[in-house]
């Protein structure tokens, strides 16, 4: 066995640690290094799977995956391609909350913060999804709980898990407290509120169990739901088990915008962001208003609930305004205009907040033909010949730049077949 070390430069400033070791093996000529220096060294992914009976080992230079438009973009279907998406079960999820029924995130904050792009990613996953038929307890193949529920006063509904562990029983318990969470041994705690009239509680046992670091190493994951348990005073109704309840988180999203939306029509951010030095955060964002906006449309569009119309239409006005004036308008080069992911000052010029509200802006034709054009004439300044960059940090700053990962955010077809053969290693010719 030998060492081997690796230098990472730059003109300015190093990026990483510049020299890395890493216990490296030869034969017959060839030199190997282990794949957890590799992937950690060049930033890059990979792993052993197994088909056409042989162990294969994948690799690549993203996560991400590039979804195929199956059919034009419609405000009452599927939200680009999130019907794949597993929100809920994301690394920076802490939890659902058992009183709001949304994801608590912990980006920029490990004490967890109701993050709106998440949330209204979460109801957008679940939309237009098909939910399960309601079954009995005592099942092994479904694990999302509803009830009806009244409580009088210091109430619980719990329910008993036989899990994928070996061992005794799981216990989640559903308990009248504003309690986020708490756990100890293989007992989770969620509080749901005080309840005191009727109201629907939908929660995914998969999630209340993965959600918690006490067994989310593991990967446990209910096998059998074996009883629920109910203690205090209160009144209980429709206790049923299915498969999915997709409608319910759906609607726990929409309800979630329609009431955190601030005066100026946004949905703010409550968490200090990290930034580089030289900006200064402001709210909101043009991410959050988009994806705030086609999750309330869909919610008024199966409800013709009027207040999830009026609320859709408050979310344009920052469109209207410059970050300074809380909105998330910004111009390059005094010339095109742009839509802020996060504004700054000064601007940072992330693509994707431009990219992902115009599903929620087609009925404003204008706007829309008028942010697509600056992001055609600004799209070859992210573009590197070996990946793209997350802002332009590196030319309002004069800094280095953040790569980014290649997913479904580009929308002319040049970019998007260049930027997927970086997924597995393409560059751009030598001169």
Known sequence: MYQTSGTQTNSQKPISDPVAQAEVGDEGGEVYLPFSWVERFFDVYGRLVQYDGMERFEFSHSYSKVYTQREPYHPDGVFMS???????????????????????????????????????????????????????????????????????????????????????????????????????????????????SWSTVSCELGVGLSNTKVVKATKTMPRRVVQPVLRGSGFINNITVSSTAHMAAFFAASDWVLQNQDEHGGWPIKVTRKLREGFKSLEPGAMAQGKAMSTLVRAYLVTHNPAYLGATIRPTSPFKRTSEQHGVKATLLNKYNRYEKYPTMPSSFVPNGCCEHKGSLQIRRRRVHSSYDSLKAMLPLFHTGSGKVYDLRHFTLGVLQLHASVDSTPIFRYYVKCWKTYLKGGRAKNN
């Open 82 to 196: 999130f019907e794949g998406c597993n929100v809920e079960m994301r690394d920076r999820v802490k939890c659902i909350s058992g009183v709001e029924g949304v994801p608590i995130s912990t980006q920029w904050s490990p004490e967890g913060h109701f993050y709106p792009i998440q949330i209204a990613q979460y109801g957008l996953s679940h939309y237009k999804n098909s939910d399960g038929v309601s079954l009995v307890l005592d099942n092994a193949k479904d694990f999302f709980l509803t009830f009806d529920v009244k409580f009088v006063f210091n109430s619980s509904v719990s329910v008993v898990l036989e899990t994928t562990e070996k061992g005794r029983p799981y216990i989640i318990h559903y308990i009248t407290s504003p309690l986020l969470l708490s756990f100890k041994d293989r007992e989770v705690i969620y509080g749901i509120g005080s309840r005191a």
